[in-house]
């Protein structure tokens, strides 16, 4: 899909300065194919660039936030289509470039690829109907897209064993005791919670939320001197924003601060 093409598998609108991809397969409970994880990609970075924009929100439908990977396209997929291909790597990874706050807001099923995509995001909002899991060894595979290194960071060996060897899916009051997501809500609510989230965030300095992100980040994916030493430089270096000028000086005069983003 080029940038000027109209997306077929996801619908992209703004709510302020949040934008909202909701996944838009609904007849295949939103599995991600190739296409669709392209068009994901494009419209992430497109609202990254975007100066308009201070966080992203991914949805799916009330039935499925996804259901995994495409099984139908993968079914007959070669060693050799998908080396050299890249598969996965290609397009589901561009989501780990973008730099503003991403949230997962979940409903119905998020399996195999579905749960991976979540975990790729930077928090995951749950409604109460969210069933989570990475049932990809009933397919004779194993999770392909993080799964397998995201789940135990996230919820620890044991469940994440648990859950990739049995295959077995996880309920939103389960999620929310292991660590998975961080709200779990009613259905109905699930929208509201998750802009609400994404709004209050975006009333922040850009510059900190970036950095808070980046930061964390460092947290799960790294050792925890390096993780500490580059926090303390990130620090450091909002020191050097008008934003941290202008958040202390409101505080210390009782007034709301007024961030410029910069
Ligand atoms: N890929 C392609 N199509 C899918 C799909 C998927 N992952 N999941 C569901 N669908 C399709 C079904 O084939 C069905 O299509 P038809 O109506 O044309 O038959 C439609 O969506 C509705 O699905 P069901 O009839 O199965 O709905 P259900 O409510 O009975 O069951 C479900 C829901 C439990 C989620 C079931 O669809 C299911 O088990 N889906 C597969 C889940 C899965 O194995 N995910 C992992 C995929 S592998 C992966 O993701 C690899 C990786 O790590 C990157």
Redesign the pocket.
Known sequence: MSEATAPEFINVRTEGRVGVVTLNRP???N?LNDQLMTELGVALKAFDADDNIGCMIVTGSEK?FA??????A?ATYTFADVYKGDY?TRNWETIRSVRKPVIAAVSG?A???GC?LAMMCDFIIAADNARFGQ??I??G?I???G?TQRLPRAVGKSKAMDLALTGRMMDATESERAGLVSRVVPLDKLMDEALGAALQICEFSLPSVMAAKECVNRAFEGGLADGVMFERRMFHALFATDDQKEGMDAFVNKRKAVFKHS
């Open positions: 007849k295949q409970l599995a499925a259901a995994g990977a495409d099984i139908g993968m996965i099923f399996l195999g690829g991976e049932p990809e009933k397919l595979i999770p392909g897209a799964g």
